[in-house]
């Protein structure tokens, strides 16, 4: 077929008129797209420890099934059709839900993949077949809130026996207080210790920092099995071992597994060190309300309903909760904050327990039992 320079001719004016070029209609000014497993390497070194850790396996996963397709031929049923597989290859636990978690997990792992592809302009955002799919409805979970006798019976068996009673104590005090993720208290540094005034300054999920209250005893007892557990320098970690090395997430494993064969109760619910967090958290907003809890969460970080922006609560108002919580006093509580004269109830009531510092509160698993004594 003979081409006509007079057509040929109209194009390129029309094309100068425009200001656009052939190689802009052709997409040769567009990056080389590159495979699924060529691309994932640049994809995990832009990635987080966090997010690495969390989709690594799933982006492995996605890399042996369709590594060698580029990245904008994959389609959406390749990864549904892979997310059955992983759905259906589930390994069966306690708490399993016939793999659903699974299946979820790897659809947001495709989404995080294609999320960097979208950045790097390789494909747009309506082109992701990732986005296409929906995620599995996730159930709602079976954590609740532990009674003061659970607890109780958990701290009894944790100083019962094991290899190092001294950190599994301190580990279930520190979350109980706190409410924080675990992540939080295996990031704890020495210089995040602040004994002074009872703070620590916890780094969690999302990059987040916030200072807690914790009581003066355990502020001591942190600084203590730091310093006999070889911790020198201003960042190193907090929480040790023995022999001296960081603490580990294999620790709450053992912990977790050694108290369920003493209570089974407690391996038959697959209650874990986050049981703890939804303990306290439910004492706290039972008594103080939803903008005290929320603080004490850490949840301030995030936008939440609009009246948030009205309930904001500080870090004496956590102080304060958590002087009721544990009965013991904290400098930085003021119960004048929260109670106001003509109040009366349960906030009233927990108001002057943390003013008169009284130890026979009833809470979780605290008051005058100190189990964390050698």
Partial sequence: MTT????VATA???????????????GSSRPAVPTVADYLPAVVAAASTGTRRTYGSSWRRMAAALGDR?????????????????????????NSRNGRHAGEHLIAAARAFYNRAI?????TAVAS??????????????????TPNEMSDINAAARSGGNDIVLDALLLRL????????????????????????LIRLREKGGTQRWQPITPMLADRLADHARARGAVVPTAALLRYRNGHPATYRRYDLLWKRIGQQLPWVAAQVISTHWLRHTTLTWVERHFG????????GHTDRRGPATTTYIKADLHAVATAL????????????????????ESGAVADACTRAAAHRSDDVSPGFGRQQWLDP
């Fill in 119 to 123: 950045t790097d302009g390789y494909l």
């Fill in 70 to 94: 580029r990245i904008d031929a994959v389609r959406a049923s390749n990864l549904e059709a892979l997310m059955r597989q992983v759905t259906a290859a589930a390994r069966p636990r306690r």
């Fill in 290 to 297: 939803y903008a005290v809890a929320r603080a004490y969460a």
């Fill in 4 to 7: 006509d320079p007079d057509r």
């Fill in 12 to 26: 390129r004016a029309l094309l100068e008129h425009l200001g656009l070029t052939a190689a802009d209609l052709t």
């Fill in 175 to 198: 979350h109980t207080e706190t409410a924080c993720r675990r992540g939080g208290a295996l990031a704890l540094r020495l210089i995040d210790l602040d004994t002074d005034h009872a």
């Fill in 129 to 146: 077949p990732a986005h296409r799919i929906r995620k599995p409805r996730r159930l709602p979970n079976t954590r609740r809130a532990l």
């Fill in 323 to 342: 002087a009721a919580l544990t009965g013991q006093p904290h400098s930085l509580a003021t119960s004048d904050r929260l109670c106001w004269p003509a």
